[in-house]
């Protein structure tokens, strides 16, 4: 066990369609990060956060966001849903940058 | 543009053998690495990593080699165990404002026989 908890670990839901993942960081984590894993691509980083800042975002399509809550939970939001947006998104946090990253167990998105 | 390649996508080794995981990168602006450990229906799970720094990191059974001449690095894990079979995804940091992004290889899947 990570420490880094995700919900809800699957969810199916239709095109066009929003939803939203949530991520509790290890604790004294202050960094998450989001992660996408689809079969063609491999693991793919999203966006990060530092204590509630956004500090990086990678390919990150301008239907997804996502925020780092006061008590340094965080959520992805994706919206507009496609079938090419199925896959797994793993959460990971760390104490600091050069540190060593911890994931969730992921959430598995069905588009259908 | 794959920054961090694991050129084979599977390897097959016997129980009680070393299995050698390989990983080449092309960013020279990466100077921490970090080895992992996926099963299926799970997160990765962090094995060892090594800072640009040095050129060889151990834990235990393993190992993580560093030549940065070469731009590759290497995981040695000695012996092989059947429960080691996972697939095996080698990661990067670095790079201005990279802010610890990790940038990863497309994972090499590791079987060990009893």
């Known amino acids: 066990d990570s420490g880094v908890t995700q919900t809800p670990k699957h969810l199916i839901t239709a095109t066009g369609q929003r939803v939203t993942l949530r991520c509790s960081p290890r604790s004294g984590d202050l960094s998450v990060y989001w992660y996408q894993q689809s079969l063609d691509q491999g693991l793919q980083f999203l966006i990060q956060y530092y204590n509630g800042e956004e500090r990086a975002k990678g390919n990150i399509l301008e239907r997804f966001s996502a925020q780092q809550f006061p008590d340094l939970h965080s959520e992805l939001n994706l919206s507009s849903l496609e079938l090419g947006d199925s896959a797994l998104y793993f959460c990971?946090?760390?104490?600091?940058?050069?540190?060593?990253?911890?994931f969730g167990p992921g959430t598995r998105l069905t588009v259908l | 543009d794959q920054q961090v390649k694991q050129n084979s996508p599977s390897l097959s080794v016997q129980e009680g053998r070393i299995s050698i995981l390989n990983c080449d990168y092309t960013?020279?602006?990466?100077?921490?690495f970090l080895w992992y450990k996926k099963y299926p229906a799970e997160g990765p799970t962090f094995l060892i990593s090594?800072?640009?720094?040095?050129d060889k990191n151990e834990d235990g059974r393993f190992t993580v080699f560093l030549n940065k001449s070469a731009k590759h690095l290497s995981l040695h894990i000695v012996p092989s165990q059947p429960g080691d079979s996972a697939v095996y995804f080698c990661?990067?940091?670095?790079?201005?404002?990279?802010?610890?992004?990790?940038?990863f290889g497309q994972g090499t899947i590791l079987t060990v026989h009893p």
């Open positions: 990661a990067a940091i670095g790079g201005g404002t990279s802010y610890g992004k990790l940038t």
């Open positions: 990971a946090s760390s104490a600091r940058a050069y540190n060593e990253q911890f």
């Open positions: 960013n020279s602006m990466f100077d921490y």
């Open positions: 090594i800072s640009s720094i040095k």
